[in-house]
């Protein structure tokens, strides 16, 4: 289930709302774990068993480690972990891609399996891991009533897109958490802004998007539209999504953490990934790139843990060529802002360094976006006027001029700029009061505006669903 | 506003809009079909556990959820208005709007289905009508005209000369310059009976047919006609009116219809409240029709292939004629047509559609 879609908004959210609400406190959790079993089977029927179990596999694997901490051998059922953990993301997501590859290495004929990819396979498989690993660390305590577990690992908000959100971060919460007229409100605000996001922005960008894929008129204009909206629509999507997972987190009363930090303002790759998806990057950072030695260590073992480090990235993404490259493409890069480009840079002034991140990135999501290596090349070719295209043409200025202010309004809402706003104002005298007024009205407007694009059916399937 | 009271009010409306709409939505009585989208919707699907299992019940469900959400064309609206309006988008879903006339983006050109759409007459022409006077008239779409104000629209020139290239033993008859923008509903994809007299004079004078002076016809005007674009353009424009010319010739005329087996007239006011209001002309889509003029006594026929936009255009041009017959390759095979009709007779052959038809043969059988 989407959460931008009428059957969540108006059917299966006020139910949940209803439900939550007028039970006691202790079967909260109940009625989560029920809404969250129910809300994947809806989009996942066939796959809500391999959720279940994989969930149980990680409740049992925490009593194990825990259990064999007393004997000092506590390596074998975290090892067991990984190797279950993990055997089911491989087998779901990327056998086809061994088997491609291997086909195409040793000319051999070893037929697809063609599974469909479970949704939300990715986040979970990490969320578990990233309990087992930390009660085997010490950092977390082993949760020993299976339900509570099964309730943080298919918590709906976060469920299938994200942010993966770590067990030690909703530990508390699971077991003992307050609800307010304040976090519910806040959840609203921050869920609309995010479906906002996504069903005003992302959706049209993709619009956008689809109308290039379809053009017999592309120019190298068009090109570049194209990529920069695609850049935008992943971000808007995504963060997006996150933002609707945090609201909907704080409205029942969990403070998840936050996954997006405005990243299109950085100033180099490595700050880009500090503020991009973070609870990925974090989770690589702590569970594989430390454990590694991280930069500790020779030149060449960081060239090596920063290489595995984002081979790992890349290919978390997708089973596809690009995503690895995708994922290496920024490794050359932070090892190229690390040895000269930071030195460079701080010598001109940071317009260098602004237009430096705009290739850097638009460039990553056209290798992103690919379907085939392919199509990437074609698109960077595109771009770079490599093709017998024109400039540009009738019909890129027409959509020019047509997505233009919407071009406008995400590049805006891709900075702090609106935030720093509202917070400008509310330091204002009466400025508190006024806000208080205007944001929840705005929000409501926001609802409604969204529930008519809704109805009319102008939306798309999250872009991180299938990560 | 204080910060508590902020929250309360946040709270209470944020569950009351979720909740009110909610239960709304339970409570309205399904609706069939939309008229103003011309469409039928989507009832709640039935279970079974084969279709919970295999995800066919929730993605039904899904469209359920959308085709009856309470106040749909209201918040279809919203949606529209806020493109139009706020995010200054040109069109929405390729539909825009110029001083009350809806118009649709139709673009771009598509050269193999023109080419297509020729073969196909000439393959009809070859197989039926060796000897025979054959036109080709391509009848352009609103969008010809009103693109001219920064819209995109398809390559206008290029249809017409890939048509005169590849027809083979037929005329091309030139319809462009005989039209205008004030010929079309505005809510309507169509052209308006009323204003293309001028049309039908110019086609039959092109087929050389006498058309001996002026044909007094009397209006009878039907209102509000809201056309096909006006549920696709989802925000307020005025209606239009549908009016049909109508005389002694055309009220006795007998029309037959082959699928049916039966007689209708050319106009059927009682079609009109139905969902699509340009039933009204000849019963609407129909693959095989014979208009008989019994003031003509000729013997000279007309066989037309047509789109929709042949019948309103027909009764205009039975004048010329014993008798006019209206073929639709849209909905019977071209192959088939001897089996109904028969070519002996002394007759024009005319292959007039709209350039939306000529630019997707494919649906021509």
Redesign the interface.
């Known amino acids: ?1 989407l959460f931008s ?3 969540f ?3 299966f ?3 949940v ?2 439900l939550y609400f007028i039970v006691p406190k202790n079967r909260k959790n109940t009625i989560l774990l029920i809404a969250s079993l129910f809300f994947y089977f ?5 796959y809500v068993v391999l959720m279940i179990l994989s969930s149980v596999s990680g409740y049992l694997h925490g009593l194990w480690i825990e259990k064999a901490k007393v004997s000092g051998n506590s390596k074998l059922p975290l090892a067991s972990s990984i190797v279950i953990g993990f055997s089911g993301l491989l087998f779901f997501k990327y056998t086809d891609f061994f088997i491609q590859n291997t086909n195409w290495l040793f000319n051999t004929n070893i037929p697809l399996l063609r599974l469909a990819l479970p949704i939300g396979i990715s986040f979970y498989t990490f969320q578990i891991l990233s309990y087992t690993i930390d009660v085997y660390r010490g950092e977390a305590k082993v949760q020993k009533n299976l339900f509570d577990f099964m309730t943080y690992v298919t918590l709906f908000p976060q469920l299938i897109a994200g942010p993966i959100v770590r067990y030690t971060t909703v530990e508390a919460e699971l077991a003992e958490r307050s609800h ?3 976090l ?2 806040e959840g ?2 921050r869920f609309v802004i995010g479906l906002s996001k996504k069903v005003i922005l992302a959706n ?1 960008l993709g619009e956008l998007g689809k109308i290039f894929a379809d053009s ?2 592309k120019t190298v204009l068009f090109y570049w539209i194209m990529s920069i909206s695609f850049m935008l629509q992943v971000y808007f999507d995504f963060s997006g999504y996150s933002d609707m997972a945090i609201g909907l987190g704080k409205i029942f009363g969990f403070q998840f953490l936050e996954n997006f930090n405005y990243p299109f303002i950085a100033k180099s790759v490595s700050e880009f990934w500090r503020r991009w998806h973070m609870s990925l990057g974090t989770w690589f950072r702590d569970y594989v790139y430390i454990p590694m030695g991280g930069n500790r260590g020779s030149t060449w073992k960081w060239l090596r843990n920063v290489a595995v480090v984002w081979f790992l990235t890349g290919f978390w993404h997708g089973a596809q060529w690009n995503f690895i490259i995708w994922g290496l493409y920024f490794a050359c890069f932070l090892v190229l802002e690390k040895f000269w480009l930071n030195d460079f840079f701080k010598k001109l002034p940071s317009l260098f360094r602004r237009m430096y991140m705009f290739f850097v990135l638009t460039i990553s999501f056209v290798i992103f976006n690919a379907d085939r290596l392919g199509d990437g090349i074609q698109n960077l070719k595109g771009m770079f006027g490599l093709l017998k295209v024109p400039f540009t043409g ?2 890129t200025m ?1 959509y020019l ?6 071009l406008i ?1 995400a590049f805006i809402g891709a900075t702090p700029l609106a935030a720093k706003g509202v917070a400008w104002i509310k330091e204002r005298k009466h400025g ?2 006024v806000m ?2 205007v ?2 009205v705005f ?2 407007l926001m ?3 969204i ?8 939306f798309n399937p999250f872009l991180y669903f299938r990560f | ?11 209470v ?3 009351l ?3 009110g ?2 239960v709304a ?1 339970i409570m309205t009585p399904d609706l069939e079909f939309s008229k103003s989208e011309r469409r039928k919707l989507k009832n709640l699907p039935e279970f079974s556990f084969q279709s ?4 066919d019940l ?1 993605e039904d ?2 469209k359920y ?2 085709d009856q ?1 309470v106040m ?1 064309d209201f ?6 208005w ?1 493109k139009y309006n706020v ?5 929405n ?1 390729r539909i825009y709007i110029i001083d009350g006339n809806v118009n649709k983006m139709e673009y ?1 050109l598509d050269e193999r289905s023109v080419i297509r759409a020729a073969e196909k007459f000439n393959e009809i022409r070859e197989k039926y009508f060796q000897g025979k006077n054959a036109y080709v008239a391509v009848i352009p779409d609103k969008n010809y005209f009103f693109a001219l104000g ?3 629209s398809m390559d206008y020139e290029k249809m017409e000369q890939l048509l005169k290239k590849h027809i083979q033993g037929m005329d091309y008859i030139d319809l462009f310059y005989m039209m205008d923008q004030d010929m079309y509903y505005k809510t309507d994809i169509h052209w308006d009976q009323e204003r293309i007299i001028p049309v039908a004079k110019g086609l039959l004078e092109a087929m050389g047919r006498d058309h001996t002076g002026d044909i007094h016809y009397e209006k009878k005007t039907l209102y509000p006609f809201h056309g096909s674009y006006y549920g696709q353009a ?1 925000v307020k424009v005025e209606p239009d009116s549908l009016v049909y010319l109508t005389n002694d010739l055309l009220e006795k005329a007998k029309v037959y219809d082959y699928e049916k087996q039966t007689y209708i007239s050319v106009y059927m006011p009682e079609l009109f409240e139905g969902m699509d209001s340009y039933d009204v002309f000849l019963s609407g889509a129909k693959p095989l029709l014979t208009i008989e003029n019994p003031e003509n006594t000729s013997g000279k026929e007309l066989i037309l292939f047509r789109d929709s936009f042949g019948s309103s255009i027909a009764p205009l041009l039975l004048s010329g004629y014993s008798k006019v017959t209206l073929v639709d390759i849209r909905y019977v095979s071209s192959t088939i047509l001897d089996r109904y009709l028969d070519f002996s007779q002394d007759q024009d052959v005319l292959f007039m559609y709209n350039t939306l038809a000529i630019n997707n043969s494919a649906m021509l059988k």
């Open positions: 289930m879609s009428i059957s908004l108006y059917y959210l006020p139910a709302l209803i809806y989009g996942e029927p066939k307010s007229f304040k519910f409100a609203v605000n049209t017999g008129q009738p019909e027409y001029r047509s997505y233009g202010l919407m309004i508190k009061s208080n007024f944001e929840p929000h409501g609802l409604l505006l529930t008519g694009y809704l109805v009319d059916g102008s | 506003m204080r910060e508590r009271v902020k929250n309360i009010f946040v709270t409306i944020f569950s809009l979720l909740i709409f909610s939505n919970l299992f295999s995800g929730f469900f899904e959820t959308l959400f749909r918040f279809r609206g919203v949606k529209a806020s995010f200054m988008q040109k069109d879903n771009p920064g819209y995109l989802a």
